[in-house]
T-cell receptor
Framework: QKEVEQDPGPLSVPEGAIVSLNCTYSNSAFQYFMWYRQYSRKGPELLMYTYSSGNKEDGRFTAQVDKSSKYISLFIRDSQPSDSATYLCAMSVGNNNDMRFGAGTRLTVKP | EAQVTQNPRYLITVTGKKLTVTCSQNMNHEYMSWYRQDPGLGLRQIYYSMNVEVTDKGDVPEGYKVSRKEKRNFPLILESPSPNQTSLYFC???????????FGSGTRLTVV
């Protein structure tokens, strides 16, 4: 079993839809949770960063962490074609050499 | 502009021919890492550096070397590349532990 599981998709939604992206994990020691966005032929870009459980909102993006269920989510409201990218979840116990990434979910938002 | 710069962007080489991928960051970050990205496997850490002259192995270090002689530079060296090292490579830097990385644009390496 992988330490971090992420549905690879692909996921295709119409413009304006609410998108839900999810990851599950097995290591209960993870306490830092991140979402990265990766456009084609580009490096990952840090989108959201949260510590421990709870919600964090930034514009159209909301990150949720449920440590009891070992489950994290990223919600995108009013999705736009410019949101089309691969989204990677990442998590860490607290050291840069133990960060674990999901395999990524490819999202397409159709106009 | 704050960034991580990798070169080259694309590289095709033959088995056994030594190569170096350069990485430089202009943000004065202490932490730097190299990752490889393969379909279905996600990003896997190759090597990691906490500061000048301090490096550590990641999850997949076999066949790779790194050095950190200056804070801004963190080159990745493949002494004798093999076809199983064909991959997309990313250099990344971070201000502090678990803070999240700034990634370079990637180097697509093909070993034939």
């Amino acid at each position: 079993q992988k330490e971090v599981e992420q549905d690879p998709g692909p996921l295709s939604v119409p413009e304006g839809a609410i998108v839900s992206l999810n990851c599950t994990y097995s290591n209960s020691a993870f306490q830092y949770f991140m979402w990265y966005r990766q456009y084609s032929r580009k490096g990952p870009e840090l989108l959201m960063y949260t510590y421990s459980s709870g919600n964090k909102e930034d514009g159209r993006f909301t990150a949720q962490v449920d440590k009891s269920s070992k489950y994290i989510s990223l919600f995108i409201r009013d999705s736009q074609p410019s949101d089309s990218a691969t989204y990677l979840c990442a998590m860490s116990v607290g050291n840069n050499n133990d960060m674990r990434f999901g395999a990524g979910t490819r999202l397409t938002v159709k106009p | 502009e704050a960034q991580v710069t990798q070169n080259p962007r694309y590289l095709i080489t033959v088995t056994g021919k030594k190569l170096t991928v350069t990485c430089s960051q202009n943000m004065n970050h202490e932490y730097m890492s190299w990752y490889r990205q393969d379909p279905g496997l996600g990003l896997r850490q190759i090597y990691y550096s906490m500061n000048v002259e301090v490096t550590d192995k990641g999850d997949v270090p076999e066949g790779y070397k790194v050095s950190r002689k200056e804070k801004r530079n963190f080159p990745l060296i493949l002494e004798s590349p093999s076809p199983n090292q064909t991959s997309l490579y990313f250099c990344a830097s971070s201000l502090r532990e678990a803070y999240g990385y700034t990634f370079g644009s990637g180097t697509r390496l093909t070993v034939v």
